[in-house]
Nanobody
Framework: QVQLVESGGGLVQAGGSLRLSCAAS????????MGWYRQAPGKQRELVAF??????KYANSVKGRFTISRDNAKNTVYLQMNSLNPEDTAVYYC??????????WGQGTQVTVST
């Protein structure tokens, strides 16, 4: 069983920054991919960014503003979010993929961007 502990959400004004963290209970080297989805009220969950051992990918809506990174020693992935706008308001969910198993999910952390 993989556990993911998220932190770093909160309330920020438009133009501000937040950094989300997601700590995994297993070695990050066992993970094929690790990343973040988000879900805004009334909308479908959408992929924000993910990182593998040799690549990263971002949603077009966050390119140039968000940066995903990983700390292998801490089994942790980060999402640095800059230039936030109200459209970024959502619950952000960390996930990991191991082999061919369904992804494991974190509990979600709320990000609210005010005007």
């Amino acid at each position: 069983q993989v556990q993911l502990v998220e932190s770093g959400g909160g309330l920020v004004q438009a133009g501000g920054s937040l950094r989300l963290s997601c700590a995994a209970s297993i070695s990050i080297f066992s993970i094929n991919a690790m990343g973040w989805y988000r879900q805004a009220p009334g909308k479908q969950r959408e992929l924000v960014a993910f990182v593998t051992s040799d690549s990263t990918k971002y949603a077009n809506s966050v390119k140039g503003r968000f940066t995903i990174s990983r700390d292998n020693a801490k089994n942790t992935v980060y999402l640095q979010m800059n230039s936030l706008n109200p459209e970024d308001t959502a619950v952000y969910y960390c996930y990991v993929v191991l082999g061919r198993s369904p992804p494991y999910w974190g509990q979600g952390t709320q990000v609210t961007v005010s005007t």
